[in-house]
């Protein structure tokens, strides 16, 4: 990891990402806390599952997000080590295009999902908010995570890079696991 001063980009991406998804998994685990307090005093909450999912749904796209701002998401190397040296430079504009092309389309359709609940006066069944407040994480992942990527190959393109892991390609092909850079 390169010793840079941290950019302003990363740290709204931090802040934005990292804790919007810490804050909804404290959420989650206040919530499920009340439902089961409420079933043992034989009270339970109608609108607790509800809102565990929805706090569920919330967490997984913005954690998503956070995970390329750290380049710790899913890669598949095993084809790139596979090749020549000049076709694994290619890791990095692979890895980049490929990802905002997701993000872009993830991005691009949750608007349509957002823009069809508004219409609709879509609301959630035991809690009273419209569901584009759920709907609305897919389009703001889908900026933050292409604002991570950004500022991961910033801060850390060599992790991106697909150092030389330090194996034969063979044994890489074959192997179940490989681990690079710390990760």
Same mark, same amino acid.
Do not use: C, D, K, N
């Given at each position: 990891m390169n010793d840079t001063k941290p950019s302003v980009l990363g740290t709204i991406v931090k802040v934005v990402a990292d804790v919007a998804a810490g804050a909804a998994c404290a959420g989650i685990l206040l919530v499920v806390l009340l439902q089961v307090i409420g079933r043992l005093i034989g009270s339970p909450l109608p609108w607790t599952e509800e809102a565990t999912r929805f706090l569920f749904i919330w967490m997984v796209f913005l954690g998503l997000a956070a995970g390329f701002r !750290?380049?710790?998401?899913?890669?598949?190397?095993? #084809? =790139?080590?596979?090749?020549?040296?000049? #076709?694994?430079?290619?890791?990095?504009?692979?890895?980049?295009?490929?990802?905002?092309?997701?993000?872009?389309?993830?991005?691009?359709?949750?608007? !349509? =999902?957002?823009r069809q609940q508004i219409m609709m006066n879509e609301t959630a069944a035991t809690l009273p908010i419209p569901m584009w407040t759920i709907g609305v994480v897919l389009p703001v992942s889908a900026v933050i995570a292409v604002l991570a990527i950004i500022e991961s190959l910033r801060s850390r393109r060599e992790v991106i890079a697909l150092p030389e892991l330090g194996l034969p390609a063979d044994e890489i092909a074959h192997a179940d696991i490989s681990i690079s850079a710390g990760h």
């Open positions: !750290t380049v710790e998401s899913a890669r598949v190397v095993v #084809f =790139l080590v596979l090749f020549h040296r000049f #076709f694994r430079r290619l890791a990095v504009p692979i890895y980049v295009g490929s990802s905002v092309f997701f993000f872009g389309m993830m991005g691009w359709t949750g608007l !349509t =999902l957002v």
